[in-house]
């Protein structure tokens, strides 16, 4: 069953796919210009750089600029966060987190609240909860995050006064 598939070190496991979808490489472009005009008569130019860009979506989980309703969680939970991204050279992305760090392991541990997530590659950091709040997830690359690949996750606070273990670097 899909629970016995669960890491049991962790309260809750959080996936994450940062990807920019180009709707420019769409086989629907022309007709998606054709049925949405935006003045009767005008066609855009298909090679400017701002008709371009307006058809690139930066999105966190296929949400650009949401809240995705899964990236909640309680004081004090031990979270996996796995983060991938696709695509090309556009596709390398600094995901960062407000208020909470989390430990990332290569040959050793390492905290932090940024970590470079590269095309076709897969992350795995593990974050101690214990900050709680509404707090921002977003990508550090200026036009990144100002076409929408920004969010929020959730820590909701526990209802009585908690004291967080620390996570032993060594054991993240």
Request: overall charge negative; aromatic content about 12%; glycine content about 6%.
């Amino acid at each position: 069953t899909l629970s016995e598939n669960k890491r049991r070190d962790v309260e809750k496991e959080i996936a994450t796919l940062w990807t920019i979808f180009d709707e420019n490489d769409s086989w629907y472009l022309d007709e998606n210009i054709m049925s949405h005009p935006q003045y009767p008569g005008f066609l855009p130019d298909k090679t400017d750089a701002e008709f371009l860009e307006s058809n690139r979506f930066h999105p966190i989980n296929g949400l650009i600029t949401a809240r995705d309703p899964g990236f909640n969680m309680k004081e004090c939970d031990l979270v996996a966060w796995y983060f991938i991204s696709f695509g090309g050279r556009v596709d390398i992305h600094t995901v960062h987190f407000h208020a909470n760090s989390y430990i990332w392991n290569t040959e050793s541990a390492h905290r932090g609240d940024t970590l470079e997530v590269f095309p076709g590659i897969f992350e795995v950091a593990t974050m101690l909860a214990d900050d709680p709040g509404s707090w921002l997830m977003h990508c550090h690359v200026d036009d990144h995050v100002g076409a929408g690949m920004i969010t929020q996750y959730l820590v909701e606070k526990s209802e009585d006064p908690v004291q967080c273990s620390s996570v032993d670097d060594e054991d993240a």
